[in-house]
């Protein structure tokens, strides 16, 4: 693959093939045992990565010494036991959340991240770019810091997080805020890439999503390889949902799993194109986009066609949340002392909605995939727990109190 091809002649997109396949390489035991190994390296940073110590399953193309990397991946998984008031509301005894957050920007995208800025910087690329709903931009302005190369990126004047923006200013992006939604960036970054020649870092760029499957073995890894009967994902360009369905079923073809997990989806009921779809014989859909999930404010995802490909693999279901649900799974996950950005609270409310209907069982293993830290959206949580999100009636607030600086006061308010 040319550094910087994206389609196909055909006009769908590419998809990265591993040449020899790693079964050929090495037994599933062997696999285990090196990716084991490697994390508890103590000198070579690659080797400690939660995505480059899966790297001959990523990228082998790459020498070691040309991966600009800063650790990423290496996120908890954490049990039932960390998670009880989440697990009663969706009426369930085993759901595990896979913390996404904790990679060094916040979000999962810098698992893709890693493997994107290194392929670019590697093709000669100068200037790296992307059209974000805010945690791309993030990683792609720290991961361009960290090799070298100048970042620009793409975001919508309305609705970008807070701290999303922050972080892209703060790391030094050239930050551009068009007039217009992610679905129109997206369109505009595009025609940058060959008009402008800029290096495109959103998920429609293969070598991405090879990163993001690592978010699939490091889990099977973190449970003994015993795998779970469900993985839980929110959808928005539906980057993961390819990348965790190509994960799963590489793991089975090489061995390191003798049984498939299921996929489920979970989209906001106002940018669910891929649940429209699934209606409709999987015809493609496009929505305008409107949620406060802005994470997947997406009305056109652009890899609509391989994440039917993975839903087909895996069993896969897609199912929607209103933003309601979507706030009120929140607050309980919050309230556990986990937490996340209201995106990845999708999956809490989707699988309530699926434990409701059958879909998944009370006592089935499930990982749900939290993608972003909550502290990448602090205006829409304070507005929950203020009351003053539109059209949100917070099921559990937790408003702040001011009061005058007395002892009497604080017994008053502490009901003392
Ligand atoms: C990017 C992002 C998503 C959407 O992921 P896709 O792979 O585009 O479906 C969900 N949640 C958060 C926090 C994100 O940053």
Redesign the pocket.
Known sequence: MSGDRMTCDCGGLLDVVHDPSPASILGAEAWKRLFDHRRRSPSCPADRSGVWRFRELVLPDLAVSQLVTRGEGNTRLYDASCSPRANAWMGTTDVSFKHEGENPTG???DRGMTVAVSWAKKSGAKIVACAS????SASVASYAALAGLTSVILISEKGTAAGKIAQSLAYGAKAVMIRGDFDTAMRLVLQARTKLGLAVMN?INPVRLEGQKTVIWETLEQLGWDPPDWFVV????????AAFGKALREAYDIGLIDKMPRLAVIQAAGANPLVLSSRDGWKRHTVKAATVAT??K?GD?V?FSKAVRALGWTNGVVTDVTDQEIMDAKAVLDSDGVGA?P??CATVAGIRKLVSKGVIGRDQKTVAVL??HLL?DPDTTIGYHRGTLDGIVPAAPNPPVVIDPTIDELRRVLGA
Not at 234 to 240: A, E, I, K
């Open positions: 979000s999962f995208k709903t805010g945690n791309t998920s929110p959808g928005g360009n539906l980057g993961n949902c994470a997947i997406i995802p890899n950005e995106a990845s993608t972003g990448k």
